[in-house]
């Protein structure tokens, strides 16, 4: 009698595992019917970390990829111009439907855009512009106007030297990395505004590489070479210019004061300077273009047409102005 109860627990149990199992091999199909396939896979290549306007910049994109239902392939770049070739080449493999980057420089682009055009694949650039030889490699460019931003730095300084009453104003400029887009841009947009003021005048334009580490280089050099002379310094990002207000109170000027500073991006950091006094003025560009990618990338996808250049509204912050009520900036 034992033998037989044990026996027919063991039918019972074995029956039980095998209706479990096959309600969860029957479950498992269900979902899987279930899930949604992504909206658009995009492959996405980044300069690098270097600044926390890059890292800002990264997290929205990732963010808004999650919130559109995007499928994002990422790819960091750290700096080097091959590594985003070898990346566009490898989306170009994947068959992804978008491809967008932020170019380290202009040039040297045409042969894997022309491979991606091949493959019929649309391109989006992504904060900076390339330069190219032959048309429709690429299909918009999202991000700053920066030859506005150089304008909006220069008029700041041109109002800032009629309020203070400066008959002769001597500004050393720390660029961004040489032949990038912003680089090249927001140099043209202040020197052209510059330019018809006698009062303004330019006594040094070094390369900062848009880096913290070369922005305080880079100003212990112009201090060195030039001291009290310098009475502006107009750099082309925050983290070169948190480089170089180090420097200059080590020299024993005050930043803000005995120096006037003018920088461009809007970080979190900076603005606190700003708030404090030692910059003056600060161009915002902003680095939350990650709804605008996934919105363009998606309408490239349903075949839609999309403007040629997409550029986000910014404006300044400068000591004109009350920043108490200021909101953090999220990056």
């Not at 720390?174 to 018809?196: C, H, L, N, V, Y």
């Amino acid at each position: 009698m034992k033998k037989i109860r044990k026996h027919i627990c063991r039918l019972l149990v074995c029956g039980f595992l095998l209706t479990a199992l096959l309600a969860v091999l029957l479950s498992g199909c269900g979902s899987k019917e279930g899930v949604e396939e992504p909206k658009l896979l995009l492959g996405f290549s980044q300069i690098g970390s270097e600044s926390a306007w890059r890292i800002g910049n990264t997290r929205d994109i990732e963010k808004k990829a999650v919130e559109y239902g995007v499928s994002l392939m990422f790819e960091n770049a750290n700096q080097k111009q091959e590594n985003q070739i070898a990346a566009i080449r490898r989306f170009i493999a994947y068959k992804v439907d978008v491809i967008a980057f932020s170019p380290i420089v202009e040039e040297g682009w045409d042969n894997v855009l022309r491979e991606a055009k091949d493959a019929g694949i649309p391109v989006i650039l992504v904060d900076r512009d390339i330069s190219t030889k032959e048309s429709g490699l690429v299909t918009c460019l999202i991000g700053a106007d920066f030859y506005k931003e150089g304008v909006m730095a220069a008029e700041y300084l041109i109002r800032k030297t009629d309020a203070l009453g400066l008959e002769h104003v001597k500004i050393v400029e720390i660029t961004g990395t040489e032949d990038s887009t912003p680089m090249r841009k927001r140099q043209a947009g202040f020197m052209d505004t510059i330019r018809s003021d006698s009062r303004m005048e330019v006594i040094s334009s070094v390369n900062g590489d848009f880096l913290k580490s070369r922005g305080a280089e880079c100003m212990r050099q112009l201090l060195e070479t030039y001291g009290s002379d310098i009475d502006v310094v107009y750099s082309h990002n925050d983290e070169m210019t948190l480089g170089a207000l180090s420097e200059i109170e080590l020299a024993g000027y005050k930043p803000g004061k005995d120096i006037m500073i003018i920088s461009i991006d809007g970080g979190q950091e900076a603005m606190d300077v700003l708030k404090a006094g030692k910059i003056n003025c600060i161009v915002e560009c902003t680095p939350m273009l990650g709804s605008t990618l996934m919105d363009t990338a998606l309408k490239l996808k349903n075949g839609e047409t999309v403007d040629r250049e997409i550029h986000p509204e910014e404006k300044y912050f400068s000591d004109e102005m009350d920043l108490s009520n200021l909101e953090p900036r999220g990056y």
